[in-house]
């Protein structure tokens, strides 16, 4: 057998680094940047102005009754890269991979689920 290539022992640092780690603490660190992420996009955009929640790969795509009356300012805070406003009604906020993950969240707190 070459040098290195043992099989893994307990204890060894091949065997930690080979070792599943645990994601229990990282899943729900990640929930919960996601809900609070949801909820001030939903607290600035306003329970009455909300119609619906979408998403595509990167962008969390609403309609909403009118996008002029919110500011970009506490949703670019909490983590948006930066939003978009199309027409009267549209909104797309910039948010990337994760961004399903807060749809998911805000569906829920705007019970759109």
Do not use: W
Request: hydrophobic content about 40%; glycine content about 8%.
């Amino acid at each position: 057998m070459t040098s290195g290539r043992e099989d893994n022992v307990e204890g060894s640092a091949t065997a930690a680094k080979d070792a599943p780690k645990e994601k229990g603490a990282e899943a729900v660190k990640g929930s919960e940047k996601y809900a609070k992420m949801a909820q001030v996009v939903f607290d600035t955009i306003g329970k009455d102005n909300l119609v619906s929640i979408d998403n595509c790969a990167t962008r969390l795509r609403l309609v909403v009754k009118d996008n002029t009356q919110f500011p970009d300012a506490p949703i670019k805070a909490a983590g948006a890269f930066g939003i978009k406003r199309l027409g009267q009604e549209a909104v797309q906020i910039v948010i990337g991979p994760d961004v399903e993950h807060v749809a998911n969240q805000l569906k829920i707190i705007a019970k759109m689920a």
